[in-house]
């Protein structure tokens, strides 16, 4: 059974940093891909970022590209999502989520993703 946890949210002042952390286990955690997907107030989740079973191949959703970056310890079972230059939009609730992979794909959409987190809360304040 899979079980992920996530840490490292708060709150943080526009251009900032934050760095989560989702810790997962019950399972071999080299079978998957993880992804972050978030969701503000009133919105569906969103996909974040995500990074295969290697850790050799990442994806970022356009917003966050080039301020964000996803990584992967594989010996500790740790995903960690470091969020610099951080923006009011990008309040929300953080979802850490695992995707068993056959190949070191890296999978974009929800429906790849078979278990997440409690989620963790991230406020960026103006």
């Known amino acids: 059974q899979v079980q992920l946890v996530e840490s490292g949210g708060g709150l943080v002042q526009a251009g900032g940093s934050l760095r989560l952390s989702c810790a997962l286990s019950?399972?071999?955690?080299?079978?998957?891909?993880m992804g972050w997907f978030r969701q503000a107030p009133g919105k569906e989740r969103e996909f974040v970022a995500a990074i295969s079973y290697s850790g050799g191949r990442t994806y970022y959703d356009d917003s966050v590209k080039g301020r964000f970056i996803i990584s992967r310890d594989n010996p500790k079972y740790t995903a960690i999502l470091q969020m610099n230059s951080l923006r009011p939009e990008d309040t929300a609730v953080y979802y850490c989520?695992?995707?068993?992979?056959?190949?070191?794909?890296?999978?974009?959409?929800?429906?790849?993703?078979?278990?997440w987190g409690q989620g963790t809360q991230v406020t960026v304040s103006s």
């Open positions: 019950g399972v071999t955690f080299t079978s998957f891909a």
């Open positions: 989520e695992a995707s068993r992979r056959s190949t070191d794909a890296v999978p974009t959409a929800q429906i790849a993703y078979e278990s």
